[in-house]
């Protein structure tokens, strides 16, 4: 296949200055962009960068987001690099956010675009001296933010609203489709000696950070779980060191039956090991976005939240929701102390979704 130079068939001079400037623009892109902090909206914003190496194949994309993210974005092959913010939860530290911003400012960054709202996210890029700061305008960013997008009200999804701040040619074709970059062969190796290649895998990631309002009963899974060895499948728990006692529970109740990962993984080691499962059962959490992004049947378990607004993008989901009166109310806890938006979904519906 022979390769044609433009540049030598149509000399610079005879180009129309408007293509002139498209082609400057497609090779000179740099976009650093602030991510969020949730591994869930993390995984809904590659929608984005998609978008944005679509419409620009040649510019260098950039995602700064915390060091707990940073395993995640690192299997994102829209990225050429990843940046770990040094921040915890809320910190503010303007301090250290200067000095970040003027270590990125030799980078040369054409645009940012910050995907969260608050005050202290738009501080790196206005520190870095980026010329075009894009976001919502947020919470006093006035002058940080100078590239301002209006907030439509009509997009409820969070991935729309992600995508609000994506580049708009009508005569770029361009698709929402997204995967992870998995190892699965670094999965059998990692599981040797516990998994034969022809097992059936069911994996079970029982927690949800947000609180106990997204938590489907430990009881249920224990129940599906149990199902599942009885029809010979293995059972693999994955979570945080958050969901430690949940393990435990869920290695008690099924008498030790069960691979319990919980706690003992990194998590380019939980998204490697996901991508073997032949189902992956999990509650609203970054986990079942994961999921989602690997493209493996799933069934996902919505009690507070809203499945509307967070779905898994794929098209192997099965939802789970009641939809009750009193159902989303975006709750950590139960406001009415009875949790019926997840008792009320028993173990044998799963049962049939899975086995």
């Not at 200055?17 to 993390?42: A, N, R």
């Not at 738009?122 to 870095?128: E, H, Q, S, T, V």
């Not at 939980?270 to 991508?275: A, C, N, R």
Request: hydrophobic share 40%; aromatic share 8%; with cysteine.
């Amino acid at each position: 296949m022979v390769k044609l130079n433009w540049f030598r068939l149509f000399p610079e001079e005879a180009l129309a200055p408007s293509l002139k400037k498209y082609l400057k623009i497609l090779s000179t892109q740099k976009i650093l962009v602030i991510g969020p902090s949730w591994l869930g909206d993390m995984v809904m914003a590659q929608k984005l960068f998609k978008v944005i190496k679509d419409h620009y194949p040649k510019s260098k994309l950039h995602v700064a987001s915390p060091i707990w993210t940073i395993p995640l974005v690192s299997r994102m092959p829209e990225v050429d690099k990843s940046i770990a913010l040094p921040f915890s939860h809320g910190e503010l530290n303007i301090l250290k956010r200067y000095q970040l911003g003027k270590s990125l400012k030799a980078e040369g960054y054409t645009q940012a675009i910050v995907l969260t709202n608050s005050f202290k996210s738009a501080l790196i890029p206005f520190f870095a001296n980026i010329p075009k700061r894009t976001g919502f305008l947020g919470e006093m960013r006035f002058g940080l933010i100078n590239d301002c997008i209006q907030k439509d009200k009509s997009l409820y999804r969070t991935v729309d609203q992600f995508l609000a701040f994506a580049p708009k040619n009508k005569n770029i074709k361009t698709s929402l489709s997204t995967y992870l970059v998995s190892k699965p062969y670094q999965a059998r190796k990692f599981l040797k000696g516990k998994l034969k290649s022809s097992d059936k895998v069911l994996g079970i990631a029982p927690g949800a950070e947000y609180g106990e309002a997204k938590r489907w009963p430990i009881e249920y899974f224990a129940k599906v779980a149990i199902e599942a060895i009885e029809n010979n499948w293995k059972v693999i728990l994955l979570g945080s060191s958050n969901d430690h006692d949940l393990g435990k529970s869920l290695e008690r109740l099924t008498k030790n039956k069960v691979i319990n990962l919980i706690g003992k993984t990194k998590l380019e080691e939980v998204i490697d090991v996901m991508s073997i499962c032949n189902t992956f059962l999990s509650n609203d959490s970054g986990l079942m976005h994961v999921a989602a992004s690997l493209g493996i049947k799933q069934v996902a378990i919505f009690g507070s939240s809203d499945p509307k607004k967070t779905p898994p993008l794929s098209r192997h989901a099965k939802l789970i929701y009641l939809g009750l009166s009193c159902s989303p109310c975006f709750e950590r806890t139960c406001p009415l102390q009875h949790t019926n938006c997840l008792k009320n979904i028993k173990p044998e519906e799963i049962i049939r979704k899975i086995i």
